[in-house]
């Protein structure tokens, strides 16, 4: 069984691809860059791009099940969905994961509506968002500072989003169902430098901002919070548009559920866990 994996170098990819590898399966990793994709010597790696359904075409051929983005260049939701799933029934995937983001394109409905066994993922904030956004103020002056410390998250360690992934591209059960996929517990901004100074051994602190002065700070400097990717907007409606989250987070966006470990059959990883993991990235 050969399982193509696309996003193979990404945060989740890298986890799945490994994932895959340990339980014995045979990966085929797609990439645009084959050269820097730095993929384990066991993999097959293919170049491919998802906005050129041909690439994908002949990344499918072989394959009978794929882990599939939702987004080609920028994270532009994919508008090549049909020929997408169209390519890879032809090809004779016959199971699909599809990894959901904040807004669905054209592949997440012609999956569903096509003959392929799918599973649509749909996790909430990764924990590895911690990395870009809190790596660079932590290494230099052990220093949070944003507005509404207490907001809660259910982050998600991302090698439970690939280990569900696996366990749906390579076990029966999971066609046509969505995952809401969450961490074990909703942490605030608070607790999660609490955890990274457990980890770090250092005294990192957490100061709160009032959205005033993070706004200022985010239009003067925009902070390379990983939502900026995908907020709307320049410098002002993004830092307004995180504001907004930030002040009123969503229910589902702070709400647990259990999916992961009723997938996998193992408790979800806590954000202590992956912070003990990454401590070094957070020491000067
Ligand atoms: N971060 C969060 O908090 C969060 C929360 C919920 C959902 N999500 C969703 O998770 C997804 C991002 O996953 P991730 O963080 O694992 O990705 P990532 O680390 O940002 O990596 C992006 C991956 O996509 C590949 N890629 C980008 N454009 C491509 C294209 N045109 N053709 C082929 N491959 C392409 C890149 O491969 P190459 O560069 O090697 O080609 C790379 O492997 C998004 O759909 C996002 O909406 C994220």
């Known amino acids: 069984m050969t399982i193509l994996v696309t996003g193979a170098t990404g945060t989740v990819g890298r986890h ?15 990439t645009r860059h084959p ?15 998802t906005t050129d359904v041909d690439s994908l075409a002949a990344a499918f051929t072989g394959a009978t099940a794929a882990h ?12 090549n969905g049909d020929q997408v799933a169209a390519a890879a029934v032809r090809a004779g995937v016959r199971r699909v994961t599809l990894l959901g983001g904040w807004a669905e394109g054209t592949l997440e409905p012609a999956v569903r509506s096509s003959d392929l066994e799918w599973t649509h993922l749909r ?4 924990m590895a968002n911690t990395l870009a956004d ?3 103020p932590l290494r230099a002056d052990g220093v949070i500072r944003e507005p509404h410390g207490d907001r809660r998250s259910a982050c998600v360690h991302e090698a439970d989003i690939a280990a569900v992934a696996a366990t749906a591209l390579t076990t029966d059960g999971h066609a046509g169902q969505t995952y809401t996929l969450t961490g074990p517990e909703a942490v ?17 602190r957490f100061e709160e901002l009032t959205p005033q002065q993070a706004r200022e700070l ?8 990983q939502i900026y990717r995908v907020a709307p907007g320049g410098p002002a409606e993004k830092a307004d548009f995180v504001l907004r989250l930030y002040a009123d987070t969503p229910e589902a966006g702070r709400t647990v559920t259990d999916a992961v470990q009723r997938v996998t059959g193992r408790p979800a990883r806590t954000f202590a866990t992956w912070a003990a993991e990454h401590a070094d990235a957070f020491r000067p």
């Open 218 to 225: 985010w239009t003067a400097d925009p902070p390379s919070l």
């Open 123 to 126: 996790p909430l904030e990764f």
């Open 35 to 49: 050269a820097t994709a730095d993929l384990p010597d066991d993999v097959e790696v293919v170049r491919g791009d």
């Open 16 to 30: 799945l691809v490994t994932a895959l590898l340990a339980a014995g399966h045979r990966v085929r990793a797609l």
């Open 68 to 79: 599939l983005i939702n987004f080609g260049h920028g994270y532009r939701p994919l508008d």
């Open 188 to 204: 605030t901004p608070r607790d999660k430098v609490r955890h990274l100074a457990h980890a770090t051994g250092r005294d990192l």
């Open 134 to 136: 809190w790596g660079p």
